[in-house]
């Protein structure tokens, strides 16, 4: 159904195509030994040109698990683009050498880039502050793992809405789904960007409000996906200081929440979620990670007609 297609942009594929992506990842996660040698002899190039934990090795491990094999590089200072070479260069030459390229890149639209330059799938690891589309996968599996369906939902994001490409990328998606209510809770410094209140939520009417106070609105929401300020993307360091805990969750916050509260969390945590909220039921963050391994196993699989 997928076989060779890129995933740039968190609206490539169509709800059908994602639903088919959400059925296999159920699959999965209920037979750890299905598609285990799916990819037995293809090869993953992971070219991740800025700084990851998950999102990296989760790929990683998802394409060991299909049976394929990973090269790559974990940091743009090991790879070519250190003495000046172009990303269209880089491109041409890795795509001759592999089956699927998986890239992360602080430049935004670096990724359409490379799936021009590109005869084999390219998947979208993160472009700067832009999209972050398997980041989007993994949280809309969580939501439909733990509560069945993702129509309907109240979801509150709060944190660095300007910066986060998570949160754009998810809220982009979630401007298709049928009666959302999208949140945004963040300082003013940090508010969701114009361009996807204008073009994206109004075109679609999807209903979304604005405020800066999350205990105004915690018990309204069925999801509350936390962020991380983006250190790395400010101009004035003083400004991420002043901005940085403005929010920090914890236990006494959560008592105006529902119980069957979601939270998620694309991590890494800094100081905005406290760790006494761990052993909250509702925390769901470290899950969504694990999530996140299976459902790129699917993507992996599906891109390389290997399902
Ligand atoms: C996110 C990212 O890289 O955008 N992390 C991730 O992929 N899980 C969120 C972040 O870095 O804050």
Redesign the pocket.
Known sequence: MLKGRHLIAPCDFSIDEMEYLFDLTKRIISDKNYLRQAANGKIMASLFFEP?T??RLSFEAAMMRLGGNVLGFADAQSSSTSKGESLADTITVVQSYVDLLVM?NPKEGSALLASRYSQIPVIN??DGGHH?PT?TLTDLVTIRELRGKIDGITIGFCGDLKF???VHSLTEALSRYANVNLVFISPSELTIPTYIKRDILKKSNTQFIETERLEKVTGDLDVLYM??V?RERFLNEEEYLRLKDFYILTPEKLKAAKDDLIIMH???RVNEISIKVDSDKRAAYFKQ?EY?MYIRMALIAALLGVV
């Open positions: 990851s998950r999102t992360r690891a993160g972050h980041q986060g490409r998570t962020t991380r983006q694309p991590l890494p990670a996140g």
